[in-house]
């Protein structure tokens, strides 16, 4: 017996990734508490590919880092395939992300409160949507390129790990003009995000640390040496956890160790009090089913013992798909695809490394909110209650309870004028999201000869519901169905988004940065059409890489997998923290709730010991 297999743990944390990392900082400041993270990456702390934010883009589809995870054909996409990239190092995806923070609205919370959680509602998330960050306001040079004055220093976290900054040297008049686009286009208010309820254009800060101008992700932040000195934590990496080791006690299932693969392939067992899964939204469903807890009918296909029958593992899938439209930029102007020459890139990489200035300190991501919208500008309030009436039908007969309670929660926020149904985004290079089987280095690398902007346009609140099953017992490969557009709604709303783009890139400041008849695709060119609008939402389709809620707090008569202080139903001491426990998808990029979350589930935890 090695004495790997000999030690019990107090907790055991499968996967070292966003989330777990928190509980492995949080958890471990109980110096009572042995605890053990078990991360099947490397851990590549140090490693400029991933420090260096500017270099994000290399990271994707490169084994060493990324898990490299495909869709399903996907049936609405006519059998389009997406890429689905995961961070398989430590820190997880935080290491491979593209660093933009941004913040949900209070609603978002109001929706999980009325699927049966308590003590969920934005207020009592918003202090650790702080408490996980420090905000360095931006230089007054950027502050006023990027009109920043809806952001108030007060409102941010003053003390928290992950550092937040707007790295100067990355903005342009790029960034500019979509501030005053969407001003124009009459969409906006000046609110902070961080408050909750940000309609139109804002800059979202990067998760970079301004001394160093470094990525800051849940590595570098949650931990640092001197966490990592804590004589009770350890870290066991390159290890994969094959299942939770279950057994019955008083009528309910007890978790009192795991199955660990060392990279050479070996098994053994390792022992605790209590087990964490935070291995993502994709694999933490898995590893439930690899142990025996699921539904009867996926089990029983693997031969797998039932030990709990709970059919919500791994379904009700979310993701904020979005489609591309690409301009070519205006003659004289620079974007990011100008790194197709390798010159300039030793150059910047030069300046980078010897001053921490320049283009690859940040990323210059721009992001909008908005209502419902069409090439017109906003719809009229009538008119998106009737698109709800024809494809949101309260109370639908057929819909079991908790997708009903989703569905109505969905159509309030579709109907509230204070809310938005899609995002926009900005990147100043080209990016090819069309084709059937196309990879992440495929879909940034800068193939055509001129320089290129792209508009991504998603959907903030979908309607479709997919899943994530094994495809073998103890399995590295997941069968991911998002089920992208199967809800019929979801195309009406996106594809009105794609005819707004013709209204943004109208804008005085937008349209003289642009040459805005040479579009990619050509179909772009009449948006005013909403049947070519369809046709690009459905051949440009993709992922934003924030697949969550396949392992739902909820209750389990809605199909919910852990209840509202994440343990899994039916179990005593086994929790989910990471992605995969949000009801409902909040809107925009989703790693600040998957902070906030992780770290409240923390304080569920201590005052669990505590009792
Ligand atoms: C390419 C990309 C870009 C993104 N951009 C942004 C952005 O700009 N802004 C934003 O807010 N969000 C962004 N996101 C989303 C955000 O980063 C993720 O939602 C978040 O990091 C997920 O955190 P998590 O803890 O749920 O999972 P992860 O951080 O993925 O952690 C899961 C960990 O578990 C490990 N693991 C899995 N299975 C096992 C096993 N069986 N045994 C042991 N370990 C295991 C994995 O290796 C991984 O380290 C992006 C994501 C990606 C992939």
Same mark, same amino acid.
């Given at each position: 017996?090695?004495?790997?297999?000999?030690?019990?743990?107090?907790?055991?944390?499968?996967g070292g990734?966003?989330?777990?990392?928190?509980?492995?900082?949080?958890?471990?400041?109980?110096?009572?508490?042995?605890?053990?993270?078990?991360?099947?990456?490397?851990?590549?702390?140090?490693?400029?590919?991933?420090?260096?934010?500017?270099?994000?883009?290399?990271?994707?589809g490169?084994?060493?880092?990324?898990?490299g995870?495909?869709?399903?054909?996907?049936?609405?996409?006519?059998?389009?395939?997406?890429?689905?990239?995961?961070?398989?190092?430590?820190g997880?995806?935080? /290491?491979?992300?593209?660093?933009?923070?941004?913040?949900?609205?209070?609603?978002?919370?109001?929706?999980?409160? /009325?699927?049966?959680?308590?003590?969920?509602?934005?207020?009592?998330? %918003?202090?650790?949507?702080?408490?996980?960050?420090?905000?360095?306001?931006?230089?007054?040079?950027?502050?006023?390129?990027?009109?920043?004055?809806?952001?108030n220093?007060?409102?941010?976290g003053?003390?928290?790990?992950?550092?937040?900054?707007?790295?100067?040297?990355?903005?342009?008049?790029?960034?500019?003009?979509?501030?005053s686009?969407?001003?124009?286009?009459?969409?906006?208010?000046?609110?902070?995000?961080?408050?909750?309820?940000?309609?139109? /254009?804002?800059?979202?800060?990067?998760?970079?640390?301004?001394?160093?101008?470094?990525?800051?992700?849940?590595?570098?932040?949650?931990?640092?040496p001197d966490?990592?000195?804590?004589p009770?934590?350890?870290?066991?990496?390159?290890?994969? &956890?094959?299942?939770?080791?279950?057994?019955?006690?008083?009528?309910?299932?007890?978790?009192?160790?795991?199955?660990?693969?060392?990279?050479?392939g070996?098994?053994?067992?390792?022992?605790?009090?209590?087990?964490?899964?935070?291995?993502?939204?994709?694999q933490?469903?898995?590893?439930?089913?690899?142990?025996?807890?699921?539904?009867?009918?996926?089990?029983?296909q693997?031969?797998?013992?039932?030990?709990?029958?709970?059919?919500?593992?791994?379904?009700?899938?979310?993701?904020?798909?979005?489609?591309? &439209?690409?301009?070519e930029a205006?003659?004289?102007?620079?974007?990011?695809?100008?790194?197709?020459?390798?010159?300039?890139?030793?150059t910047?990489?030069?300046?980078?490394?010897?001053?921490?200035?320049?283009?690859?300190?940040?990323?210059?991501?721009?992001?909008?909110?908005?209502?419902p919208?069409?090439?017109?500008?906003?719809?009229e309030?009538?008119?998106?209650?009737?698109?709800a009436s024809?494809?949101?039908?309260?109370?639908?007969?057929?819909?079991?309870?908790?997708?009903?309670?989703?569905?109505?929660?969905?159509?309030?926020?579709?109907?509230?004028?204070?809310?938005?149904?899609?995002?926009?985004?900005?990147?100043?290079?080209?990016?090819?999201?069309?084709?059937?089987?196309?990879?992440?280095?495929?879909?940034?690398?800068?193939?055509?000869?001129?320089?290129?902007?792209?508009?991504?346009?998603?959907?903030?609140?979908?309607?479709s519901?997919?899943?994530?099953?094994?495809?073998s017992?103890?399995?590295?490969?997941?069968?991911?169905?998002?089920?992208?557009?199967?809800?019929?709604?979801?195309?009406?709303?996106?594809?009105?988004?794609?005819?707004?783009?013709?209204?943004?890139?109208?804008?005085?400041?937008?349209?003289?940065?642009?040459?805005?008849?040479?579009?990619?695709?050509?179909?772009?060119?009449?948006?005013?059409?909403i049947?070519?609008?369809?046709?690009?939402?459905?051949?440009?389709?993709?992922?934003?890489?924030?697949?969550?809620?396949?392992?739902a707090?909820?209750?389990?008569?809605?199909?919910?997998?852990?209840?509202?202080?994440?343990?899994?139903?039916?179990t005593?001491?086994?929790?989910?923290?990471? %992605?995969?426990?949000?009801?409902?998808?909040?809107?925009?990029n989703?790693?600040?709730?998957?902070?906030?979350?992780?770290?409240?589930?923390c304080?569920?935890?201590?005052?669990?010991w505590?009792a």
């Open positions: 017996m090695s004495s790997k297999e000999s030690k019990q743990y107090d907790m055991i944390i499968v990734g966003t989330a777990g990392l928190v509980a492995a900082a949080r958890l471990s400041e109980d110096g009572s508490k042995n605890i053990l993270v078990i991360e099947a990456g490397e851990d590549r702390r140090g490693d400029p590919r991933i420090d260096t934010p500017g270099l994000l883009m290399s990271l994707w490169d084994v060493t880092y990324d898990w995870f495909w869709t399903e054909p996907q049936e609405y996409l006519g059998g389009r395939q997406i890429p689905q990239p995961r961070g398989k190092v430590l997880g995806s935080s /290491a491979i992300n593209v660093t933009a923070t941004v913040y949900p609205t209070k609603r978002n919370f109001d929706s999980w409160e /009325a699927l049966g959680n308590k003590g969920w509602s934005f207020k009592e998330l %918003a202090p650790y949507y702080r408490k996980c960050h420090t905000f360095y306001p931006a230089s007054p040079e950027t502050h006023e390129l990027l009109s920043l004055d809806y952001m220093p007060d409102n941010q003053k003390d928290g790990p992950v550092r937040v900054c707007f790295p100067s040297g990355t903005y342009g008049p790029y960034q500019k003009a979509w501030m686009a969407f001003k124009g286009a009459g969409v906006g208010n000046d609110r902070d995000p961080i408050l909750g309820g940000k309609v139109g /254009a804002f800059i979202p800060p990067n998760t970079v640390d301004p001394s160093t101008y470094q990525r800051s992700y849940a590595a570098s932040a949650y931990f640092t966490i990592e000195r804590r009770n934590l350890s870290l066991l990496n390159t290890t994969f &956890v094959n299942r939770i080791l279950l057994r019955e006690s008083d009528g309910s299932l007890e978790a009192y160790g795991v199955e660990a693969r060392a990279g050479d070996s098994t053994y067992n390792i022992y605790a009090k209590s087990i964490i899964l935070a291995a993502g939204a994709f933490s469903p898995l590893i439930l089913e690899s142990s025996g807890i699921g539904s009867k009918h996926v089990l029983e693997h031969s797998i013992p039932v030990l709990k029958h709970l059919p919500g593992v791994g379904e009700n899938l979310q993701d904020h798909c979005f489609t591309t &439209v690409s301009f205006a003659d004289g102007q620079m974007t990011m695809d100008a790194a197709r020459d390798p010159e300039l890139v030793k910047l990489l030069k300046q980078y490394t010897e001053t921490r200035t320049g283009p690859l300190t940040g990323v210059p991501y721009s992001l909008a909110f908005a209502p919208v069409d090439f017109q500008g906003r719809i309030q009538s008119k998106i209650e009737s698109l024809e494809y949101l039908v309260s109370g639908g007969k057929s819909l079991e309870a908790g997708m009903k309670t989703q569905y109505d929660e969905l159509r309030s926020t579709m109907l509230d004028p204070a809310e938005s149904t899609c995002w926009y985004g900005l990147t100043p290079a080209q990016v090819d999201t069309s084709g059937h089987r196309t990879s992440m280095a495929q879909s940034v690398s800068p193939s055509r000869p001129e320089n290129y902007v792209t508009i991504s346009i998603g959907l903030n609140h979908p309607l519901r997919g899943h994530v099953h094994i495809s017992p103890f399995g590295t490969e997941p069968r991911i169905d998002p089920k992208y557009l199967s809800h019929p709604l979801d195309l009406e709303i996106l594809a009105r988004g794609v005819q707004f783009v013709e209204k943004l890139v109208s804008q005085p400041g937008l349209k003289q940065l642009l040459k805005v008849d040479h579009r990619v695709p050509q179909e772009a060119g009449s948006l005013d059409d049947e070519k609008a369809k046709q690009i939402a459905k051949d440009r389709l993709w992922t934003s890489y924030h697949p969550s809620c396949t392992c707090m909820m209750p389990e008569a809605l199909g919910g997998v852990v209840n509202d202080r994440l343990v899994v139903h039916g005593k001491n086994l929790r989910v923290i990471d %992605a995969s426990i949000f009801p409902m998808i909040p809107l925009g989703i790693q600040t709730t998957v902070y906030a979350v992780a770290e409240r589930a304080d569920l935890i201590k005052e669990d505590a």
